[in-house]
């Protein structure tokens, strides 16, 4: 299966807005690894999926030192520079909708997948992607999934007589990643996207007249208060012994 487009940046912004959303679920989920999952293993092997600038990956490698954490992301440009990573982990680039090379099937004891919502628009996709996941565990081994889920987008106000008419389009257009700010960044990379995907100059200058609009529109909503609300989840599951 080809990958999907990516419809983030990843520059500067975009890898801010990844380590702000990272300390932002932290007050969700302040915990790396769900407590449920066995870590004691001397030997743990643990795989990060889709994994951006290696935040999470880092604090992993860190908290565990005896551990081997290999990070993959189809993209390499918002990996920090190998000198600075924990010897402890690896990263590599790889498409997870494509299947990983043999020598990392059945190797990992725990498979880390975080923020990879945006880029399953089918079910078929979504199977795809979890078996190519599951090859990457051992027997046993577990499988943890943190996101949002897009169906629970929707906007709400402190003050109902305040305007919401942005934000409610927003959880229509983009019910995808978390909080306001992260919604602003994120929305403002998917419209220069979008912009950047027609090869029309007038239909570009339109796109983004349009967008910094809504932007706009959404900074003055949520000043007064309006605000999006999503629910987030981690699942975690065991592969068969
Ligand atoms: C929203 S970011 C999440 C980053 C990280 N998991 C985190 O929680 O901070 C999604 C990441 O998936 C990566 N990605 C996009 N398409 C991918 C693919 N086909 N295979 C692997 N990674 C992919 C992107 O490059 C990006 O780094």
């Given at each position: 299966m080809p990958a999907p487009s990516y419809l983030f940046s990843r520059d500067l912004r975009s890898s801010i807005r990844l380590n702000y959303q990272h300390l932002a679920i932290k007050q969700l989920?302040?915990?790396?690894?769900?407590?449920?999952?066995?870590?004691?293993?001397?030997?743990l092997h643990v795989a990060d999926i889709?994994?951006?600038?290696?935040i999470w990956s880092i604090e992993v490698a860190r908290q565990r030192p005896s551990a081997q954490i290999t990070g993959f992301d189809?993209?390499?440009?918002?990996?920090?520079?190998?000198?600075?990573?924990?010897?402890?982990l690896r990263l590599e680039t790889h498409d997870a909708f494509a299947t990983f090379p043999?020598?990392?099937?059945?190797?990992?004891d725990v498979v880390n997948v975080r923020?990879?919502?945006?880029?399953?628009?089918?079910d078929e996709m979504v199977r795809t992607v979890v078996r190519n996941l599951t090859q990457l565990l051992r027997p046993g081994g577990y499988l943890q999934w943190q996101d949002?889920?897009?169906?629970?987008a929707r906007a709400i106000a402190?003050?109902?007589?305040?305007?919401?008419s942005a934000t409610e389009k927003l959880a229509m257009l983009?019910?995808?990643?978390?909080?306001n700010q992260c919604y602003l960044l994120g929305y403002q990379e998917v419209q220069a996207y979008v912009a950047e995907a027609d090869s029309s100059q007038d239909v570009k200058k339109e796109e983004m007249k349009k967008a910094n609009k809504m932007i706009q529109d959404l900074e003055d909503e949520f000043r007064g208060g309006a605000s999006m609300e999503v629910e987030y989840f981690c699942i975690i599951s065991q592969k068969g012994t």
């Open positions: 989920y302040p915990y790396s690894l769900h407590p449920s999952i066995p870590t004691d293993a001397t030997n889709g994994a951006g600038t290696a189809i993209s390499g440009d918002q990996f920090p520079r190998p000198e600075w990573l924990p010897p402890n043999e020598r990392h099937h059945g190797r990992y923020f990879f919502v945006t880029l399953l628009a089918s949002a889920n897009p169906e629970t402190s003050d109902n007589s305040k305007p919401k983009m019910p995808r990643t978390l909080w």
